[in-house]
């Protein structure tokens, strides 16, 4: 028997994943030991906190923690999630109804359109966005419409240029401020203008606060804080960026009780909840590491300095690196195709960045560098530039 197994329609419908492609090409330069410089994925070089490891290897000695999660998180964690949403953001929550840990935010913002969208209803995605909320609508059975994230506009989709169709059909709109990959953070008047939208029209907002700390001025919201916002809402979080826990997989959700409800049906039937023991060490980071992330932002603040200023020298226009640990740039003179300009940099000059078209239609036209290496190999990355 010949094995010619076709792709599920709702494969065939997406490229391949962006940073797995990215991936597949470092491989390709490991292997002819080719030496480059990665400013893609948004992996942090830096060390997870001490105190967090230590809390992990002890917590998996445990024996509860070796048997099956509870799908709806140790409350021990949730209390802690419950805690720092309160002292961060004046946000109160309660802890078994409106908390939900996740395998990482990615999973729960991947996940969430199954409990929620269908055939026939369509999501709101930015473009440039986070590939993983294409994949989402389509996961569904939904479709999507791309609302444009534009530099003039301060990278805001302007909510009244969704075609009046789209919004009938419209029932999640996924924002994400501080933003990936443009770095920039939305106003409390965008937020509030999000929040009237979604309630106006009976929407979903999934708002993705991934980047919540890592800010270099003033402090992001939660939308949360906007009144009205949680009967709408559910934000999700990350331990990924705060606390360089990227490979750890734990996150949350949190918002409206009946949202987050729809999400632990789906998830009980998928998976099995986040590891004991990670669980431990996530509320630890929460309650203990406010320090580490103080420190992590001056790390990145000081990248993040020395590389916009390389590239002014070199006389890159259109920089934006207001938030996140990320610089998009506008493409330098000569290029329009992100595609090319991408492979100019890893053909020619061994850096790997990523091209905006990756992130959407909208983000033809500009590059993303990821600050997620220390200060040595960006100055060489600025010096072949
Ligand atoms: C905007 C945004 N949201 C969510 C994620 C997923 O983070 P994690 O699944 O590690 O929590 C990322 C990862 O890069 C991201 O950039």
């Not at 609508?137 to 302007?158: I, Q, R, S």
């Not at 949350?252 to 009780?257: I, Q, T």
Request: with cysteine.
């Amino acid at each position: 028997m010949k094995a010619d197994f076709k792709l599920a329609g709702r494969l065939q419908k997406l490229p391949p994943y962006l940073f797995a492609e990215i991936d597949r090409v470092k491989r390709e330069l490991a292997k002819k030991g080719v030496p480059f410089i990665d400013l893609s994925i948004g992996d942090p070089d830096i060390p997870s906190p001490k105190a967090v490891l230590k809390k992990i290897f002890e917590a998996s000695a445990v024996k509860s923690n070796q048997k099956y999660a509870l799908d709806a998180g140790k409350a021990s964690l949730r209390a802690a999630i419950k805690k720092w949403m309160k002292k961060r953001f004046a946000v109160g929550l309660d802890a078994d109804s409106e908390i939900l840990p996740l395998i990482g935010s990615k999973e729960g913002l991947v996940h969430f359109p199954m409990a929620l969208a269908g055939p026939g209803d369509c999501v709101l995605i930015p473009s440039p966005g986070y590939p993983g909320y294409r994949a989402a609508a389509l996961f569904a059975g939904a479709d999507f419409y791309e609302m444009p994230l534009l530099e003039k506009n301060g990278f805001l989709p302007a909510l009244q240029e969704i075609p009046a169709a789209v919004r009938k059909r419209a029932k999640i709109m996924y924002l994400n401020y501080p933003n990936n990959p443009t770095t920039a953070l939305a106003p409390k008047s965008f937020l509030e203008d999000a929040v009237r939208f979604c309630r106006k029209h009976g929407l979903i907002l999934a708002y993705d606060n991934a980047y919540s700390e890592i800010f270099f001025g003033k402090k992001p919201m939660s939308v949360l804080q906007i009144k009205g916002a949680k009967e709408v809402t559910v934000e999700f979080h990350s331990f990924s960026k705060t606390f360089c826990m990227t490979g750890f997989r734990l996150g949350w959700a949190c918002g409206s009780a009946s949202l987050i409800g729809a999400l632990l049906k789906l998830k009980t039937n998928i998976d099995s909840g986040v590891w004991g023991a990670i669980q431990e060490g996530g509320a630890h980071a929460l309650e203990k590491e406010a320090g580490y992330t103080d420190r992590l932002r001056k790390q990145f603040a000081a990248r993040r300095d020395l590389f916009v200023a390389g590239l002014k020298k070199k006389g890159f226009e259109g920089i934006h690196a207001d938030s996140a640990f990320y610089v998009w740039v506008r493409l330098p003179k000569g290029y329009s195709s992100s595609i090319k300009y991408a492979a100019h940099l890893l053909k020619d000059k061994n850096i790997v960045a990523t091209p905006g078209l990756g992130f959407g239609s909208h983000g033809e036209g500009f590059i993303r560098f990821a600050l997620t290496t220390g200060t040595a190999e960006l100055k060489k990355a600025l010096q072949k530039l």
